[in-house]
């Protein structure tokens, strides 16, 4: 009698492993290391069992079939890493508050009143992209630091509205808007719901949580949810940093890709940095991971603190971008 082998106990050859390798670095740029074979494994595995595949080889015969595209985008949502948290690398934010948006307020957050308008100065709308948003955190941790900060001076921030924990109608929005994208459909959805574990308010400062986040009660207790003025100024769409410079997203302030340059070759993160910056307005910032660095990539950016850096207009380059 022929004993089938169980679901647990297939294996991936080498020659699979550098199959799913290429197809991997090919569609999404990231580099899969020797030493991520087993982590291949564990991540593909449950896959195969749902379709009944019994090898690896198979499986890639299917993700990269002529209908194979739905399971592609399975397949690179289960290779990529979703780690994420509220306010992560809380000292970037604190740099936010502290210097980069009182100084926006102060100088290009401002412009020229309408004609006819009385002459108080109008503020411009402020852009932010969230390049590798995962499941949420990131984008809506920038949103509540963009609404408390800009919304200070009309009284509207965190401290001067009445807490919003248990519930309450969302006051209007500056002009702000958040872009969040990712190249995960799983993640995406989960940040589209704005739904959490309310163990996770703990990584929320105290003002902000009652402020812009909902407490889940009856059915939903045990979760919290983004209040409706985070979830009505932040945008989600799929993308992938490999594409051609989103020039259809426009010009941004703020640019966070953190934690995301860990998985590229130096070739691959050297393509994706000269997108980033194309996508900086004048004067914009682009946030990188703690670990990560631009090591003089280009000319015009200046690192103004660690994993911060700062794009300079080129003064004297008449028709230039930047002037």
């Given amino acids: 009698m022929i004993a089938v082998a169980e679901p647990g106990t297939r294996t991936l050859s080498d020659d699979e492993f550098v199959l799913f390798q290429r197809l991997v670095k090919r569609l999404s740029g990231i580099s899969l290391g020797p030493q991520k074979k087993p982590l291949l494994l564990c991540r593909l595995g449950p896959r195969l069992r749902v379709l009944g595949l019994r090898s690896f080889g198979e499986y890639y015969r299917r993700v990269t079939a002529a209908d194979g595209e739905g399971e592609l985008v399975h397949m690179l949502d289960c290779i990529c890493t979703n780690e994420t948290h509220f306010f992560r690398e809380r000292e970037q934010f604190e740099l936010l508050d502290r210097e980069i948006l009182p100084a926006w307020e102060k100088s290009a957050g401002h412009g020229a009143p309408d004609r006819g308008a009385p002459r108080a100065r109008v503020r411009r709308p402020l852009r932010a992209w969230s390049a590798a948003c995962s499941t949420g955190e990131e984008p809506y941790s920038i949103a509540m630091t963009l609404l408390d900060s800009l919304a ?7 401290a001067g509205r009445a807490p919003r924990w248990a519930g309450g109608a969302p006051a209007g929005a500056p002009g702000i808007g958040v872009l ?8 995406l959805e989960q940040a589209r719901r704005a739904v959490w574990p309310i163990e996770r308010a703990s990584e929320i400062p105290d003002e902000r949580l009652r402020a812009y986040m909902l407490r889940g009660t009856g059915a939903s207790a045990g979760l919290m949810k ?15 940093l490999l594409d051609a410079a989103p020039e259809r997203f426009g010009l941004f302030d703020l640019i966070f890709c953190r934690n995301v340059f860990i998985y590229f070759d130096a070739a691959t993160k050297a393509e994706i940095v ?7 307005a004048p004067g914009g910032y682009l946030f990188l991971g703690h670990a990560e660095g631009l090591h ?26 930047n002037q």
């Fill in 152 to 158: 200070s001076s009309d009284g509207s921030g965190a």
């Fill in 180 to 187: 969040a994208t990712d190249l995960s459909v799983r993640a």
């Fill in 226 to 240: 983004a209040g409706p003025e985070l979830r009505q100024i932040v945008t989600f769409r799929r993308f992938n």
């Fill in 274 to 280: 000269a997108k980033l910056i194309a996508s900086l």
């Fill in 296 to 321: 003089g990539t280009d000319p015009r950016v200046r690192c103004i603190a660690p994993s911060v850096y700062r794009l300079q207009p080129l003064a004297g380059l008449k028709g230039s971008r």
